[in-house]
């Protein structure tokens, strides 16, 4: 019986572990425009969006972000992690379909400060 329980336990526990898959998009304002695209799984847990994506052009895990949802609001951190920063914080506004279906619940952040926009998207339902 106890074996049966730690095995409902970890199946249990598995959905909440993987991610939902999401797109990025990022401006910035430098000395040029920069415009970086990355892709990957964000894992939730309560009211907080987190994770690492990969870069569009050459794979490589360099963009990690963690979003706080609040209502209609949105709070993050967003760093390159091959710059090795701090991160920046960036606020901005939480969208979701008013009337998601079983294969279609598009969401969207979008979130700004006075240099970076960054978009993030998804059209998947929870599988």
Request: hydrophobic residues 35%; proline residues 4%; glycine residues 8%.
């Amino acid at each position: 019986m106890k074996r049966l329980l730690v095995l409902c336990s970890i199946l249990l526990a598995a959905p909440a572990q993987s991610g939902q898959e999401w797109e990025l998009i990022s401006v910035t304002r430098g000395p040029t425009w920069e415009v970086n695209e990355a892709k990957g799984a964000l894992k939730q847990n309560g009211r907080v969006l987190e994770g690492v994506l990969k870069d569009k052009t050459d794979g490589k895990a360099d963009y990690q972000i963690r979003v706080e949802l609040n209502g209609e609001h949105a709070q993050a951190t967003f760093r390159f992690i091959s710059e090795n920063d701090e991160g920046t914080k960036l606020t901005g506004i939480y969208k979701r379909t008013a009337k998601p279906t079983k294969t279609h619940c598009p969401e969207q952040i979008q979130l700004m400060n006075s240099f970076q926009y960054i978009g993030l998207a998804r059209n998947a339902c929870e599988p």
